[in-house]
């Protein structure tokens, strides 16, 4: 079986996010993003995180979601506490995560990164099966894109994203042995 299907990974939940745009360059998708989200903030396994990147939130489930409304962000995947992988935009479109961002001088991420969220906050650690969905993820993208580096949001933009946060282990995925240059600084290591 293909595992991939335009830029699709047929093993995530498979979900569909309007915020997106087709990438400039398709053959430069060299960056992957590590990003940390919950929603309301502290609270994990609603349905807020879909609502958010499928621009159907409700303003009145919790006073937090108000200023969400009129927000068209997405990500292409997103990691549950229970290590569940879902996909919202294809790999070989844009999603919108980064924003404003730069990765070694290079500006506009978003053009050339693929963002993966994970359930959860700067402030706890992540769970172990998350760990363990982002690796085998994390395999996958590297053998079917030219991925030459990992970052964390707090890495592209440090002066507004403080995500994937302190608790991230980047040591676990060094020792993962993905075939990225750990040696030419591809992972800054918070």
């Known amino acids: 079986m293909n595992t991939w299907l335009h830029g699709r990974w047929q093993h ?16 430069d998708i060299s960056l992957i993003v590590l990003h940390n989200i919950s929603l309301a903030p ?9 609502c958010l990147f499928t621009n159907t939130i409700d303003a009145n489930a ?4 108000t200023q969400l409304v009129d927000f068209r962000v997405s990500s292409h995947f997103f990691i549950r506490r229970t290590g569940e992988i879902q ?11 980064a924003g404003v961002s730069q990765f070694h001088g290079r500006e506009k991420c978003n ?3 693929i963002g993966i969220e994970l359930e959860g906050c700067d402030f706890e ?11 085998v993820l ?3 993208l590297c053998q079917h894109y030219p991925i030459n580096a990992i970052t964390g949001h707090q890495h592209i933009a440090p002066h507004r994203k403080t995500d994937p946060g302190h608790f991230f282990d980047w040591q676990k995925l060094q020792e993962h042995h993905l075939p990225i ?6 992972i800054q290591l918070a």
């Open 12 to 27: 995530a939940t498979q979900k569909y996010s309007p915020n997106y745009e087709s990438r400039l360059n398709k053959n």
């Open 42 to 50: 502290f609270e994990y396994g609603s349905d807020a995180v879909e």
């Open 62 to 65: 919790n006073p937090f979601f």
């Open 87 to 97: 996909q919202y935009v294809s790999c070989d479109d844009m999603a919108y995560h």
């Open 111 to 113: 053009h050339y990164a």
């Open 125 to 135: 650690p992540f769970e172990s099966a998350q760990y363990d969905a982002l690796l």
């Open 138 to 140: 994390l395999d996958e």
């Open 181 to 186: 240059d750990w040696n030419v600084n591809a």
